[in-house]
């Protein structure tokens, strides 16, 4: 996982959900994060723009992790 | 802070700003997709958040990441609030339906992607007629700032993409065939998510509408920045430029529905 990805996409969310850094770690789930379909659509923009990566919604599950997130952007999984 | 909207409102928002979306009048199209009424324009309730972000910016440059997190309808109260922190809020009930994120301003470089256009009397006119609509309205006047996002939304209505960009994007959108913005949005649900504006101490201190002549309005060139299977996301910027110095911005967000 690169480090930037992971910090980046957690000031990214921590952002659109005003969330503090602490909030968020690699096993933090993401359902547990609350994403509506704005800030879906907000976070898969961004991430397009900046790592020229389409998030897909078909990639989350109950068990997605903010990790696995990262380590699905950096292509490694 | 409490506000509420009109039909007339509407009206006077899109004969100012050229937002005819249909969404905005059709209630067989509103009804169609969920919604209970036609609703309002966004950037119409905007203008009643920026003038709450007017008075916690307190004549300080910043920069607004404004979030439209759901549609807002006629004749029902709203209020505004300020979180204290960094965030202005409209909402009803527990739910926020405007978020505006405030940030550090920003410098930026004017762009002329799409060529620029001097302020010209016609849009001075047009500006100062709906402030004056506003003031009316609202009891107060909108802050000047305001006013100037309101004029650089209006020249995005007004401004029509290259027709290589648009037929492009009717053709993703799964409409082929169509000419201009407005014919895209007549046949497919646009709304737009996010509006994010750089204020600079320079637009804080224009202190009148007659102050907006002499600018140039500089336009971006439309950029589609995502597409899935659902939809496009296409982004558009405006600069308010004065002695090649850019007072403010506005880059509004679109997302449109593939057919």
Same mark, same amino acid.
């Given at each position: 996982?690169?480090?930037?990805?992971?910090?980046?996409?957690?000031?990214?969310?921590?952002? @659109? *959900? !005003? +969330?503090?850094? $602490?909030?968020?770690?690699?096993?933090? #789930? @993401? *359902? !547990? +994060?609350?994403? $509506?379909?704005?800030?879906?659509?907000? #976070?898969?923009?961004?991430?397009?723009?900046?790592?020229?990566?389409?998030?897909?919604?078909?990639?989350?599950?109950?068990?997605?992790?903010?990790?696995?997130?990262?380590?699905?952007?950096?292509?490694?999984? | 802070?409490?506000?509420?909207?009109?039909?007339?409102?509407?009206?006077?928002?899109?004969?100012?700003?050229?937002?005819?979306?249909?969404?905005?009048?059709?209630?067989?199209?509103?009804?169609?997709?969920?919604?209970?009424?036609?609703?309002?324009?966004?950037?119409?309730?905007?203008?009643?958040?920026?003038?709450?972000?007017?008075?916690?910016?307190?004549?300080?440059?910043?920069?607004?990441?404004?979030?439209?997190?759901?549609?807002?309808?006629?004749?029902?109260?709203?209020?505004?609030?300020?979180?204290?922190?960094?965030?202005?809020?409209?909402?009803?009930?527990?739910?926020?339906?405007?978020?505006?994120?405030?940030?550090?301003?920003?410098?930026?470089?004017?762009?002329?992607?799409?060529?620029?256009?001097?302020?010209?009397?016609?849009?001075?006119?047009?500006?100062?007629?709906?402030?004056?609509?506003?003031?009316?309205?609202?009891?107060?006047?909108?802050?000047?700032?305001?006013?100037?996002?309101?004029?650089?939304?209006?020249?995005?209505?007004?401004?029509?993409?290259?027709?290589?960009?648009?037929?492009?994007?009717?053709?993703?959108?799964?409409?082929?065939?169509?000419?201009?913005?407005?014919?895209?949005?007549?046949?497919?649900?646009?709304?737009?998510?996010?509006?994010?504006?750089?204020?600079?101490?320079?637009?804080?201190?224009?202190?009148?509408?007659?102050?907006?002549?002499?600018?140039?309005?500089?336009?971006?060139?439309?950029?589609?920045?995502?597409?899935?299977?659902?939809?496009?996301?296409?982004?558009?910027?405006?600069?308010?430029?004065?002695?090649?110095?850019?007072?403010?911005?506005?880059?509004?967000?679109?997302?449109?529905?593939?057919?």
């Amino acid at each position: 996982m690169s480090t930037n990805t992971f910090d980046r996409l957690r000031e990214l969310v921590c952002e @659109i *959900k !005003d +969330l503090d850094e $602490d909030d968020i770690q690699r096993d933090t #789930l @993401i *359902k !547990d +994060l609350n994403f $509506d379909s704005l800030d879906f659509v907000e #976070l898969q923009v961004t991430v397009k723009k900046e790592c020229n990566f389409t998030m897909n919604q078909t990639f989350f599950t109950e068990k997605t992790t903010f990790g696995d997130l990262c380590d699905h952007i950096d292509g490694k999984e | 802070m409490m506000v509420r909207y009109s039909a007339h409102d509407v009206e006077k928002w899109a004969a100012f700003s050229g937002d005819y979306n249909p969404i905005h009048f059709d209630k067989g199209m509103a009804s169609s997709y969920g919604m209970t009424a036609c609703p309002i324009q966004g950037m119409l309730a905007l203008a009643d958040v920026k003038n709450k972000i007017s008075d916690v910016v307190q004549g300080k440059p910043f920069s607004a990441h404004i979030s439209f997190r759901d549609y807002i309808v006629p004749d029902t109260d709203y209020e505004i609030s300020w979180d204290g922190k960094r965030t202005v809020t409209l909402h009803r009930d527990g739910q926020k339906l405007i978020t505006a994120r405030l940030k550090d301003y920003v410098p930026e470089q004017p762009e002329t992607g799409l060529g620029k256009v001097s302020t010209d009397a016609q849009m001075i006119t047009c500006l100062d007629e709906f402030a004056h609509y506003r003031a009316e309205e609202r009891k107060h006047p909108d802050a000047l700032w305001s006013l100037g996002d309101s004029l650089l939304f209006r020249d995005i209505f007004n401004t029509e993409s290259p027709r290589e960009f648009t037929r492009d994007l009717s053709a993703k959108v799964g409409v082929s065939g169509l000419e201009t913005i407005n014919d895209v949005m007549s046949v497919s649900l646009a709304v737009q998510t996010n509006h994010t504006i750089n204020v600079s101490e320079q637009a804080l201190n224009i202190s009148s509408v007659k102050q907006f002549s002499g600018f140039s309005i500089n336009r971006g060139h439309p950029s589609l920045v995502l597409i899935d299977e659902e939809k496009v996301v296409i982004e558009f910027l405006v600069q308010l430029v004065s002695d090649n110095a850019v007072t403010m911005s506005s880059k509004s967000t679109v997302l449109i529905k593939r057919k």
